[in-house]
């Protein structure tokens, strides 16, 4: 049990068209560590963290959990992905699989993002049949609404916290076969 329920962790790795989806890595330390201490990053999630806080707090490999997934473009990570229950930052998503995604600025804008979140997504659906996502952004970041609204997530609701508006959805996997004809060209 993990947890995501009766998953087994980890997952082979996932291949998309440009991109794979593992655990992390040793050779990852440097990106997670840019990644949780980047401005742009970190915008609409509360601001960096310390540098020096990150580097003591992480002396070696990038701790490794079930449902985390490092995003790697050509051997290198440019992100992260994360389905967990219970992160507790939000009651709304308490005992829910909740999805996160945090990529490096160079990689912004390549739709790196909405491939590997559809492929985490897509596994998910197969690991767990039936059982919906939810996901939470500020409403202030557009890029992170649109992507939900891209892999397909309803608006729940609208509250506030942490200082300002947020966003709460819930995405329903699709049977088996309609994904796979979602996939069929037109």
Avoid at 90 to 103: H, Q, T, V
Avoid at 161 to 166: L, R, V
Wanted: proline content about 10%; aromatic content about 8%; charged content about 20%.
């Amino acid at each position: 049990m993990t947890e995501l329920g009766p998953v087994a962790w980890p997952p082979a790795p996932i291949r998309t068209g440009r991109l794979v989806l593992r655990e992390p890595e040793a050779r990852d330390r440097a990106a997670v560590v840019e990644l949780v201490t980047s401005p742009e990053v970190s915008t609409y999630l509360g601001g960096p963290q310390p540098r020096d806080a990150v580097e003591r707090a992480m002396p070696g490999a990038p701790g490794r959990r079930p449902g985390r997934f490092v995003v790697d473009l050509d051997g290198s990570m440019i992100g992260q992905i994360t389905l967990t229950k219970d992160t507790g930052h939000l009651p709304r998503a308490a005992g829910r699989a909740e999805l996160g995604y945090l990529l490096l600025p160079h990689a912004w804008g390549h739709g790196y993002a909405a491939e590997a979140c559809a492929a985490a997504l897509d596994w998910f659906a197969g690991a767990l049949p039936g059982e919906p996502v939810v996901l939470a952004t500020q409403t202030a970041n557009l890029r992170s609404m649109r992507l939900a609204a891209r892999l397909g997530f309803i608006e729940v609701e609208r509250f506030e916290a942490y200082g300002a508006e947020q966003w709460f959805g819930r995405w329903t996997p699709a049977a088996p076969s309609d994904r796979a004809r979602a996939r069929q060209p037109g």
